[in-house]
């Protein structure tokens, strides 16, 4: 099983809310069921990071438009590479990636 399926499970892939917060070394990502949906349905968390790194997609759509997740995998035993329609995040991490629901 790939991990976005394990933690995107049945939820869309379109991104509500991509938060990097540097003071506690988390990325969290948070996607809707449906684009016109008000409110985010899952989150997928990624703890304990000792590297992150950024870059935006050179041929990104349109600013405007919803970004959605395109593919994360794992690229080496403690390296997951999250791909989006605008970024291409890399994470060095040391705890494991998990997703919720959100109420």
Partial sequence: MSLIAELLGDCSPYIYNL?????????????????SDEEPSRRI???????????????????????DLVSMDWT???QVTILTCKKEIVLELTGKPFSEQID
């Fill in 45 to 67: 968390v990624f703890p304990e990071i000792i590297s992150y790194s950024e870059g935006n997609q050179t041929d990104a759509l349109d600013d405007e438009l919803m970004d």
């Fill in 19 to 35: 938060v990097y917060d540097v003071d506690v070394r988390l990325l969290f990502i948070e996607c809707l069921d449906d684009p």
């Fill in 76 to 78: 080496n035993e403690n």
